[in-house]
């Protein structure tokens, strides 16, 4: 998995509703639109932005049958996240990157300067 995508991925999930609705898609098969919307306390239309972004991520594929569509997880794309994010988080401090003093052992931290 590419930065680009790493990044989208994570920002799909970052937002609470968004990852609420992946979750149930990710508990059935396949989820029509609608079945999807009557979940949750929003606008369909809110719906359909947070599915445009779970798309946009390809966390999610959608098939048109007639007027409907069905959407379901692409679990390759999350478990690419996941091993993704596992070897960041074990990979060792780039350049330029030190630790605080008296943070953790293992927890990297970055110092900014003020200007």
């Known amino acids: 998995m590419n930065g680009a995508q790493f990044h989208k991925v994570a920002k799909a999930l970052a937002d609470p509703r968004r990852f609420e609705i992946f979750e149930t898609i990710a508990a059935s098969d396949e989820m029509c639109c609608g079945s999807i919307s009557d979940c949750f306390p929003v606008s369909q239309a809110t719906v359909s932005h947070h599915l445009k972004e779970l798309a ?3 966390l ?3 098939r048109c049958e007639g007027q409907f569509k069905y ?12 091993e993704e994010l596992v070897q960041r988080i074990n990979a060792k ?5 030190k630790p605080r003093r008296g943070s953790k052992a293992g927890v ?3 110092t ?4």
């Open 60 to 62: 999610i594929e959608a």
């Open 71 to 82: 959407f379901s997880v692409r679990r390759e794309v999350l478990t690419a996240y996941v």
């Open 56 to 58: 946009d991520a390809e």
């Open 93 to 97: 401090p780039r350049a330029g990157v």
């Open 112 to 115: 900014h300067s003020r200007r």
């Open 108 to 110: 990297r931290t970055t």
